[in-house]
């Protein structure tokens, strides 16, 4: 695989669980409409199995896949803080290191910039 050393570890995947409630929606298509994000990936049926309060739990829920660029995941990472119904939600950022260089550049012109 051929990397673009000028895109090379600019982007990130941010991955976020939430009920399966239209939250996510609301919240994923605000994060594209405020251009912190490109596009999100959402699996509307994912089962997960945890520990909580001592008690193991297990529930339905819908996972987000964020791509964007690594520079605003603390800012989604501090609007998922203050906005998710989950005390604890679970958001976690995977660097990218390879694929399209011209998807990044889609991510890098689609993101960071006010409209």
């Known amino acids: 695989m051929e990397h673009d050393d000028t895109l090379e570890n600019q982007f990130c995947e941010i991955t976020l669980t939430a009920p399966p409630t239209t939250w996510i929606n609301e919240f994923c298509k605000s994060l594209v409409e405020k251009r912190l ?41 501090e609007l998922v803080r203050q906005e998710h119904p989950y005390q604890e939600p679970s958001v976690i950022v995977t660097a990218i290191i390879g694929g399209s260089p011209s998807y990044f550049r889609w991510i890098e012109n689609e993101t960071g910039k006010t409209s």
């Open 37 to 77: 994000c490109a596009c999100v990936n959402i699996d509307q049926n994912v089962h997960s199995v945890y520990r909580w309060d001592n008690l193991i739990h297990e529930e339905n829920e819908t996972r987000a896949k964020i791509h964007t660029r690594l520079s605003l995941s603390d800012q989604i990472i």
